[in-house]
C-alpha cells in the first residue's frame, strides 16, 4: 500500500521535497500540499501531481488520508508541529533546527517519550553524503588509528538577508557541522570557543569555532557567509595513522586559454540533492516499518545541536571559551534506535 505523504511548506526547501516524493519514492504518494499562501501551493501541487492542497498545517496532519508528515515550514513552527504529529500518532520528517530553543526540543523528546516511540526524523541530511559516508566508514575501519581532528569549513554565496548576524551563522549555518562532526566521530562537544575577524565593510564577517569533544578530539569550524565565490562545504578528518578529505564535487572541468577552471554551485540544492534522497528514502521505510533508521538524525540528535548553537553564541559575545553543558540523555534515546510503536 501506498504511503500517503503531506509535505508542509510551500517554499524551496518544500517544494524540494515534495518533488523527492512525487520521483524518487516508490511506495510513496504525494498527497497533500500544505502552505499558508494557497496560490503557491497550488502552483506546487500542479507541477508534481499533489492530490490536494490545504492551508491549515494541523488540519493536513489529522486528515486521515496522510499516513506520514514532511515539515519544510519555518524553523519556528517545527517544534509545535512535530509535536502535533506525535500526538496524531504519524511519523514525521522535520526539517533542521527541530528548534533553536533547547528547551523546546527536550519537550518534544519528552512528547516522543510519552507516546513510547520515536516518530521525528529530524533532516541533518549531512549524514546521508557519501562524503561522510566514507569518513564515517574510514574511522570505523580503523584504518585511520585513533581520530584526533576534524576540519570544516561552510562557506555561503551571501547572506540570505542584510542583518544576517555572526550569531546566526552558528545558529543556523553550524547546526550542519555540529551534527554531522558528532556522527562522525561518534562524540558530545565539552566545550566551545569562536572567533570572528573583522571585514572591511559591513557585511557579516566569518566565525571560526573551535570544540573539544569529550574524547579529547579537536574540531574546527569555519562558516562563512559571505564567501563571494561561491557555495562551498568541505572537510577532512585527521587519524593518527593518516587522514581523509572531502573533494569538491564538480563534474567537468574547463580547460582553456591557458587556465582550468571548475564551477561551484550557487547554493546546497544540487550538493546534497543524492543525500536528500536517502534521507527520505530511509524516511519512507522508517514510516513502513516503525523501525528507526541507524543513519539518522532523532530528537536527541537535534537538541544536542541547539544545546551547541546556544553556547557557542554565549562564547562568541564573551570572547571566552565556553562549556557545552547538556542534560542527562534520555534512557528513551540510549536504547531507542530501534524503538517501534
Same mark, same amino acid.
Given at each position: 500500500?501506498?504511503?500517503?505523504?503531506?509535505?508542509?511548506?510551500?517554499?524551496?526547501?518544500?517544494?524540494?521535497?515534495?518533488?523527492?516524493?512525487?520521483?524518487?519514492?516508490?511506495?510513496?504518494?504525494?498527497?497533500?500540499?500544505?502552505?499558508?499562501?494557497?496560490?503557491? +501551493?497550488?502552483?506546487?501541487?500542479?507541477?508534481?501531481?499533489?492530490?490536494?492542497?490545504?492551508?491549515?498545517?494541523?488540519?493536513?496532519?489529522?486528515?486521515?488520508?496522510?499516513?506520514?508528515?514532511?515539515?519544510?515550514?519555518?524553523?519556528?513552527?517545527? &517544534?509545535?508541529?512535530?509535536?502535533?504529529?506525535?500526538?496524531?500518532?504519524?511519523?514525521?520528517?522535520?526539517?533542521?533546527?527541530?528548534?533553536?530553543?533547547?528547551?523546546?526540543?527536550?519537550?518534544?523528546?519528552?512528547?516522543?517519550?510519552?507516546?513510547?516511540? !520515536?516518530?521525528?526524523?529530524?533532516?541533518?541530511?549531512?549524514?546521508?553524503?557519501?562524503?561522510?559516508?566514507?569518513?564515517?566508514?574510514?574511522?570505523?575501519?580503523?584504518?585511520?588509528?585513533?581520530?584526533?581532528?576534524?576540519?570544516?569549513?561552510?562557506?555561503?554565496?551571501?547572506?540570505?538577508?542584510?542583518? /544576517?548576524?555572526?550569531?546566526?551563522?552558528?545558529?543556523?549555518?553550524?547546526?550542519?557541522?555540529?551534527?554531522?562532526?558528532?556522527?562522525?566521530?561518534?562524540?558530545?562537544?565539552?566545550?566551545?570557543?569562536?572567533?570572528?575577524?573583522?571585514?572591511?565593510?559591513?557585511?557579516?564577517?566569518?566565525?571560526?569555532?573551535?570544540?573539544?569533544?569529550?574524547?579529547?578530539?579537536?574540531?574546527?569550524?569555519?562558516?562563512?557567509?559571505? +564567501? +563571494?565565490?561561491?557555495?562551498?562545504?568541505?572537510?577532512?578528518?585527521?587519524?593518527?595513522?593518516?587522514?581523509?578529505?572531502?573533494?569538491?564535487? +564538480?563534474?567537468?572541468?574547463?580547460?582553456? !586559454?591557458?587556465?582550468?577552471?571548475?564551477?561551484?554551485?550557487?547554493?546546497?540544492?544540487?550538493?546534497?540533492?543524492?543525500?536528500?534522497?536517502?534521507?527520505?528514502?530511509?524516511?519512507?521505510?522508517?514510516?513502513?516499518?516503525?523501525?528507526?533508521?541507524?543513519?539518522?538524525?532523532?530528537?536527541?540528535?537535534?537538541?544536542?545541536?541547539?544545546?551547541?548553537?546556544?553556547?557557542?553564541?554565549?562564547?562568541?559575545?564573551?570572547?571566552? !571559551?565556553?562549556?557545552?553543558?547538556?542534560?542527562?540523555?534520555?534512557? /528513551?534515546?540510549?536504547?531507542?534506535?530501534?524503538?517501534? &510503536?
Amino acid at each position: 500500500m501506498s504511503i500517503r505523504i503531506a509535505v508542509i511548506g510551500a517554499g524551496l526547501m518544500g517544494a524540494d521535497h515534495a518533488r523527492i516524493v512525487a520521483e524518487d519514492l516508490p511506495g510513496a504518494t504525494l498527497q497533500v500540499i500544505c502552505d499558508m499562501d494557497e496560490v503557491r +501551493a497550488r502552483s506546487v501541487a500542479d507541477d508534481l501531481g499533489a492530490v490536494d492542497v490545504s492551508t491549515s498545517p494541523e488540519g493536513a496532519i489529522a486528515r486521515d488520508d496522510v499516513d506520514a508528515v514532511i515539515i519544510a515550514s519555518p524553523d519556528f513552527t517545527h &517544534a509545535p508541529l512535530s509535536k502535533a504529529c506525535i500526538t496524531a500518532g504519524k511519523r514525521v520528517l522535520c526539517e533542521k533546527p527541530l528548534s533553536q530553543s533547547p528547551t523546546e526540543c527536550i519537550e518534544v523528546m519528552q512528547a516522543e517519550a510519552a507516546a513510547g516511540a !520515536k516518530f521525528v526524523m529530524l533532516g541533518f541530511m549531512r549524514r546521508y553524503d557519501q562524503s561522510y559516508v566514507e569518513m564515517k566508514d574510514a574511522l570505523s575501519k580503523g584504518s585511520l588509528g585513533r581520530a584526533l581532528m576534524m576540519h570544516n569549513f561552510h562557506r555561503n554565496v551571501e547572506t540570505p538577508a542584510s542583518d /544576517f548576524t555572526g550569531a546566526m551563522a552558528i545558529t543556523n549555518s553550524a547546526p550542519h557541522e555540529f551534527d554531522v562532526v558528532r556522527h562522525v566521530l561518534g562524540c558530545e562537544y565539552r566545550a566551545i570557543s569562536a572567533y570572528q575577524p573583522k571585514r572591511s565593510d559591513s557585511v557579516v564577517a566569518p566565525v571560526v569555532m573551535v570544540l573539544e569533544t569529550d574524547d579529547d578530539q579537536l574540531v574546527t569550524i569555519e562558516v562563512n557567509n559571505n +564567501a +563571494a565565490y561561491g557555495y562551498d562545504v568541505r572537510a577532512e578528518l585527521v587519524g593518527e595513522a593518516g587522514s581523509i578529505a572531502m573533494n569538491n564535487v +564538480a563534474y567537468t572541468r574547463t580547460d582553456m !586559454k591557458l587556465a582550468s577552471s571548475t564551477r561551484y554551485d550557487a547554493d546546497w540544492r544540487g550538493r546534497y540533492h543524492e543525500a536528500y534522497v536517502r534521507q527520505n528514502r530511509d524516511f519512507l521505510r522508517f514510516v513502513e516499518t516503525g523501525v528507526f533508521p541507524e543513519t539518522a538524525s532523532d530528537c536527541w540528535d537535534g537538541y544536542c545541536a541547539a544545546q551547541v548553537a546556544q553556547t557557542g553564541v554565549k562564547a562568541l559575545e564573551t570572547g571566552q !571559551k565556553c562549556a557545552v553543558d547538556m542534560i542527562a540523555k534520555p534512557e /528513551f534515546y540510549m536504547t531507542g534506535k530501534g524503538i517501534t &510503536a
